[in-house]
């Protein structure tokens, strides 16, 4: 008898939902770290798809991160978690499309650090955050990267030092996420929101997501150096682009653009 697949998919136009159905609480084990890079990959790769969704199934959990059960079943912590890294995504080469995260539950550990590969976090009011690795005497890695350049370096520290719960409220307001909505609102607005972003113009938000990523350590002047010099694959694509010139049109003509990708 085939197992069920731990990540569902759904795909509304431009826009592919990852839904992490693993219950009881949507741990991430190799296996599914594996299914969920060649589903993110995919979806990089897919011309037609421009915006992502995860989330988590159920209501109660988002995803509470490595699947322990299974690590003492003789999954390696420092085992094959496939192309995208763990949960598919942090590693994930080139990912140049939004990602929203959707965090409809408990999000700790490793599962936090999904969300935090996303682009907007948005947040359901009954969700509970923590990156409590700390207490089963391992590392937060990602988060310990991650946090300290999002959000107030001691606030991150006493988060990854503690490894303590956190409210909604409190990542709203250090900014770790974007809103905060009552659970049965939050999938409506997470599409609402996708769709706002599918009609947007892909090429730039692909060039977006590469200056940021290029710019991280660098110096303003030498980033600014290599985007001016389209020395950035996707700002070299969007200088030469047909979009480009669309968007210039539009205006003009005071309408509304049509975004071709190309």
Request: aromatic residues 8%; glycine residues 10%.
């Given at each position: 008898m085939?197992s069920?697949?731990?990540?569902?998919?759904?795909?509304?136009?431009?826009?592919?939902?990852?839904?992490?159905?693993?219950?009881k609480?949507?741990?991430?084990?190799?296996?599914?770290?594996?299914?969920?890079?060649?589903?993110?990959?995919g979806?990089?790769d897919?011309?037609?798809?421009?915006?992502?969704i995860?989330?988590?199934?159920?209501?109660?959990?988002?995803?509470p991160?490595?699947?322990?059960?299974?690590?003492?079943?003789?999954?390696?912590?420092?085992?094959?978690?496939?192309?995208?890294g763990?949960g598919?995504?942090?590693?994930?080469?080139?990912?140049?499309?939004?990602?929203?995260a959707?965090?409809?539950?408990?999000?700790?550990?490793?599962?936090?650090?999904?969300?935090?590969?996303?682009?907007?976090?948005?947040?359901?009011?009954?969700a509970?955050?923590?990156?409590?690795?700390?207490?089963?005497?391992?590392?937060?890695?990602?988060?310990s990267?991650?946090?300290p350049?999002?959000?107030?370096?001691?606030?991150?520290?006493?988060?990854?030092?503690?490894?303590?719960?956190f409210?909604p409220?409190?990542?709203?307001?250090?900014?770790?996420v974007?809103?905060?909505?009552?659970?049965?609102?939050?999938?409506?607005q997470?599409r609402?929101?996708?769709?706002?972003?599918?009609?947007?113009?892909?090429?730039?938000?692909?060039?977006?997501k590469?200056?940021?990523?290029?710019a991280?350590?660098?110096?303003?002047?030498?980033?600014?150096?290599?985007?001016?010099?389209?020395?950035?694959?996707?700002?070299?694509?969007?200088?030469?682009?047909?979009?480009?010139?669309?968007?210039?049109?539009?205006?003009?003509?005071?309408r509304?653009?049509?975004?071709?990708?190309?």
């Open positions: 085939t069920p697949s731990p990540v569902k998919t759904r795909r509304e136009g431009a826009i592919l939902e990852v839904t992490l159905d693993r219950p609480a949507n741990a991430i084990d190799l296996k599914t770290s594996i299914v969920m890079g060649d589903i993110f990959a979806f990089r897919d011309p037609d798809l421009r915006v992502a995860i989330t988590g199934g159920g209501d109660k959990f988002f995803c991160g490595w699947d322990l059960k299974a690590a003492a079943d003789g999954d390696a912590v420092d085992g094959d978690y496939g192309v995208g763990f598919g995504l942090q590693e994930l080469r080139d990912m140049n499309k939004p990602v929203i959707a965090v409809n539950g408990i999000c700790c550990g490793g599962g936090l650090e999904l969300a935090l590969s996303a682009d907007i976090i948005l947040a359901a009011d009954h509970q955050f923590a990156l409590p690795e700390i207490r089963s005497g391992t590392v937060a890695d990602a988060a990267v991650k946090l350049k999002r959000i107030p370096y001691h606030i991150a520290m006493e988060l990854l030092l503690t490894g303590r719960w409210t409220d409190e990542a709203l307001g250090w900014g770790i974007n809103h905060v909505y009552p659970g049965a609102e939050l999938m409506d997470a609402d929101l996708a769709r706002l972003l599918a009609s947007g113009p892909p090429l730039v938000y692909a060039a977006i590469e200056i940021v990523r290029d991280e350590d660098s110096k303003f002047q030498d980033a600014m150096n290599r985007i001016t010099k389209r020395q950035l694959r996707s700002v070299d694509t969007l200088y030469a682009s047909e979009d480009q010139l669309e968007g210039a049109r539009a205006f003009a003509e005071k509304d653009p049509v975004w071709k990708g190309r």
